[in-house]
């Protein structure tokens, strides 16, 4: 379908049911001013998505508290990647079934992918019927609009749940609450078309749509005028950026363009495919003023039968070819990636495989996964003769040996000049606590004031996977 038809602008209806609400509340709480707690599970465009939920929920009326027994409204922003994400979210509501009876005016939202899976909005209804809102991934856009419908049923037992549509939409415009002064996220893409066999997200989340490149722009130039300074761009696989547009453009080209940005601030997108990480990606990257060398590049596992089982469309020996290019463009780059471990059918003999890929690659850090099945995926289907306890038994085996790696590369880094953003104080020392631009925290001794600025400090020592350093 054309892009305009996908755009679905936050409008001047959705407004109009803000101020319905807040009129409704106004009448409800007099001057009080009501409060929500929202609880976000799973990754950053989850944090993202939570960020214009605020953003609406902020111009209804409401104020944010961070204590769930203090909260008039209860936003869970679910996550359906693994079964321990699910099982959270779940677990957390059944918390809210014990203080549902002395709260009976508590409003309960449930979004996110988990309330895209197939027969859930029935399972919600028949085990936690206290929830006042269900809403979809493809309909935040609306939410003021079922907010006020769902929220003036409140008394209602059975049918206060709504379901929303499934229709691929590029949402443009929404407000955004955002929770960081210095970091943002900016989605430039949704959804996946990739369908590797473990992964729910193309089920949940739908198919590719970029962001017109001209939206994107002016979202992240307001972002660098408001002082800004570590912007994530955000896709499923951001690689795959503009497939689908009017005009060509490709991401490296949107990368270029979002570089020509006056300003200080540093570029970050992730996640990238390694089947679309191109020579001119990392070519972009190295010849760039803004854009932070490091690229987190899922490699899953280091063994080619279990990559094609995946469907991850690279193998072993490509994927490395592309590390070595870009180290070799890029010798300062960092490196990180995500591993599943145990995937169905993994041997032993192909979990070392992917031990031996790690030594090679030498990443700063991993994300590491137990495999956990999701059903309507094809490896959920696949036959897994290893139990839970072999596959824990290897994962921390891999956990150590990345830690090994972590902290001698912590270690090269000794004596060694770099440029970090300086973000807070740590709590423990009151030092400052920095970031390079691989994600390593560094710690100095200096003044508060720094915070918020890019500096350059000598490292001075190293900390298994954190370093020391002094301002230059
Ligand atoms: S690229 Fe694969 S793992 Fe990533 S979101 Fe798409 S299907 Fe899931």
Same mark, same amino acid.
Do not use: P
């Given at each position: 379908m054309p892009l305009d038809k996908l755009i679905c602008k936050y409008d001047m209806t959705q407004a109009g049911y803000c101020l319905k609400i807040k009129e409704i509340l106004k009448n409800k709480f007099g001057e009080k001013i009501p409060k929500v707690f929202v609880k976000t599970y799973g990754c950053q465009q989850n944090v993202s998505d939570s960020e214009k939920y605020k953003g609406m929920l902020f111009q209804m009326g409401f104020s944010f508290t961070d204590d769930q027994d203090d909260a008039d409204v209860i936003l869970f922003n679910t996550c359906a990647i693994r079964e321990n994400a699910e099982n959270k979210a779940l677990g957390n509501l059944g918390w809210i079934k014990n203080i549902e009876k002395s709260k009976p005016e508590l409003f309960v939202i449930l979004c996110g992918c988990m309330t895209e899976q197939e027969n859930i909005i029935e399972k919600i209804k028949i085990i936690y019927p206290f929830v006042n809102l269900v809403i979809g991934t493809h309909s935040a856009h609306k939410f003021p609009e079922l907010f006020y419908k769902a929220y003036q049923k409140i008394h209602e037992k059975n049918g206060r749940v709504f379901v929303s549509e499934k229709t691929d939409i590029v949402p443009e415009e929404l407000p955004i609450k955002r929770d960081g002064k210095l970091k943002a996220f900016v989605s430039v893409m949704y959804g996946c078309n990739n369908f590797c066999s473990y992964c729910i997200v193309p089920y949940v989340r739908g198919r590719e749509r970029s962001r017109r490149p001209e939206d994107i722009i002016e979202e992240f130039k307001s972002l660098v005028d408001s002082g800004y300074k570590d912007i994530t761009l955000l896709g499923?696989?951001?690689?795959?950026?503009?497939?689908?547009?009017?005009? +060509?453009? +490709?991401f490296p080209e949107l990368l270029r363009r979002l570089d020509k940005i006056e300003g200080d601030y540093k570029i970050r997108f992730m996640t990238s495919h390694p089947k679309d990480a191109t020579e001119e990606l990392f070519g972009v990257i190295a010849n760039?003023? #803004?854009?932070? #060398? #490091?690229i987190h590049l899922p490699v899953q596992c280091g063994s080619d039968r279990i990559l094609k089982l995946m469907n991850r469309k690279y193998d072993t020996k490509t994927y490395l070819e592309k590390v070595s290019y870009a180290k070799s463009k890029i010798p300062d780059l960092t490196l990180t990636s995500d591993i599943i471990v145990g995937f169905p059918g993994e041997t032993y003999e192909e979990f070392k495989e992917t031990l031996e890929l790690i030594t090679k690659v030498r990443f700063s850090s991993l994300f590491t996964f137990i495999y956990s099945p999701r059903t309507g995926t094809p490896a959920a289907e696949m036959p897994d003769p290893f139990d839970k306890a072999e596959k824990t038994k290897r994962i921390l085996e891999l956990l150590k040996l990345q830690e090994e790696i972590s902290k001698n590369l912590c270690k090269e880094m000794v004596g060694k000049r770099v440029r970090v953003l300086a973000e807070g104080i740590e709590p423990k020392s009151g030092d400052i606590m920095c970031r390079t631009d691989g994600n390593i925290i560094v710690q100095i001794k200096a003044k508060k004031e720094i915070i918020g600025s890019f500096i350059d400090v000598l490292i001075t020592d190293s900390r298994n996977e954190s370093l020391i350093g002094k301002l230059i």
């Open positions: 499923q696989n951001v690689n795959s950026y503009g497939k689908g547009l009017d005009e +060509n453009i +490709n760039s003023r #803004h854009i932070a #060398h #490091h």
